[in-house]
């Protein structure tokens, strides 16, 4: 069974550009989470989703958008790109609905590098 | 502010000890723990979960989870190079849903 994947792996932009990353979870998995993960901040959580509805969203700013399609595969946009952008952007899907102590299953990851 | 603390480490011990890794968090409503590893350069992979008081064991690692205290541990025994990397403990504060709340992680060195 295919892992979870994610696109591009590495971008560079300039500030002020905007940027949309994409997930593509485990067969037959429908919840979909993202993550942005910085040396001095760590993994914070971005926002989940689940039968493309977002259930839950975490402290960022309205720049940091997503949505998820009906195949369970989701994408997530950045606009007006700040310095402070620059992370690693993981994705993790999981099997059932409803958090059950079911794990994620994190993706490789995409790195953005903001110049 | 919902909380998961880590010491960042790191944390060095010698090939065939028992390494410790201790996280505390600050939601007393939070149902469900996990510990991650994540090699440098690589995306987190889960060791292990716990959602009940007390010890749970797999293979070289052991995980202990104490509400009251609001305590979750990670023991690993006989230690070795390969196990050096950084280790995230993570709270699921929504039982709904799959928000999880990270610690910074420790970093773990075991030393031939």
């Known amino acids: 069974k295919a892992g979870v994947t994610q696109t591009p792996r590495y971008l560079i932009k300039t500030r002020g550009q905007q940027v949309t990353l994409s997930c593509s979870p485990i067969?037959?998995?429908?919840?979909v989470s993202w993550y942005q993960q910085t040396p001095g901040q760590g993994l914070q959580f971005l926002f989940e989703y689940f039968s493309e509805t977002q259930r839950n969203k975490g402290n960022f700013p309205g720049r940091f958008s997503g949505r998820q399609f009906s195949n369970s595969r989701s994408e997530m946009n950045v606009s007006t790109l700040e310095l402070g952008d620059s992370a690693l952007y993981l994705c993790?899907?999981?099997?059932?609905?409803?958090?059950?102590?079911?794990?994620?299953?994190f993706g490789p990851g995409t790195r953005l590098t903001v110049l | 502010q919902k909380e998961v603390e880590q010491n960042s480490g790191p944390l060095s011990v010698p090939e065939g000890a028992i390494a410790s890794l201790n996280c505390t968090y600050s939601d007393r409503g939070s149902q469900s723990f996990f510990w991650y590893r994540q090699y440098s350069g690589k995306s987190p992979e889960l060791i292990m979960f716990i959602y009940s008081n007390g010890d749970k064991e797999d293979g070289r690692f052991t995980a202990q989870l104490n509400k009251a205290s609001q305590y979750v541990s990670l023991l690993i025994r006989d230690s070795q190079p390969s196990d050096s990397a950084t280790y995230l403990c993570?709270?699921?504060?929504?039982?709904?849903?799959?928000?999880?709340?990270f610690g910074t992680g420790t970093r773990l060195k075991v030393l031939a």
């Open positions: 993790a899907s999981s099997l059932l609905g409803k958090s059950s102590y079911n794990e994620q299953f």
């Open positions: 067969s037959g998995h429908r919840s």
């Open positions: 993570a709270v699921n504060i929504d039982s709904g849903t799959y928000k999880y709340i």
